[in-house]
């Protein structure tokens, strides 16, 4: 059997961590995905999908990402259900194995040309990496 899930897109609000009893980190987030066609009107829209994120990674996500932050979720899809006042309820949620990071903090709060200052001002690799690599060295 398979069940492999991987998803890419923002999240819809600011990451809150919260812990077990035990101690054990988790944080509970919604990523809202774009569908890959427009509707009728020519707006595209999106998917908003429950997931799951425990222990470091949790920690490392209600740290360093915000509301709109651009993020790679790799797991599995987990169904439960309970009874409510209203019946029975039937929860679908991802349970969170890897997540990336695909843009770094500042990215998410900057405007797109003070992103790529600061990038390279904050690497200190950066001046080493333009006198090794030169256009000669490109394959193509």
Do not use: H
């Amino acid at each position: 059997m398979i069940n492999n899930v991987v998803l890419v897109g923002r999240l819809t609000r600011d990451p809150e961590l919260r812990k077990t009893q035990s101690g054990v980190s988790v944080v509970n987030f919604t990523l809202a995905v774009n569908r890959t066609f427009t509707d009728q009107s020519g707006e595209r829209q999106a998917d908003f999908i429950n997931c799951v994120v425990w222990r470091n990674q949790a920690d490392n996500l209600a740290r360093y990402m915000r509301q709109g932050s651009l993020i790679g979720v790799e797991g599995r899809i987990q169904t439960s259900s309970f009874e409510s006042e209203q019946g029975m309820r039937y929860v679908t949620e991802v349970l969170a194995n890897s997540i990336q990071f695909l843009e770094s903090k500042s990215q998410t709060q900057q405007q797109p040309q003070q992103q790529s200052q600061s990038s390279n001002n904050n690497d200190d690799y950066y001046d080493v990496s333009q006198d090794i690599i030169t256009d000669d060295d490109l394959p193509f």
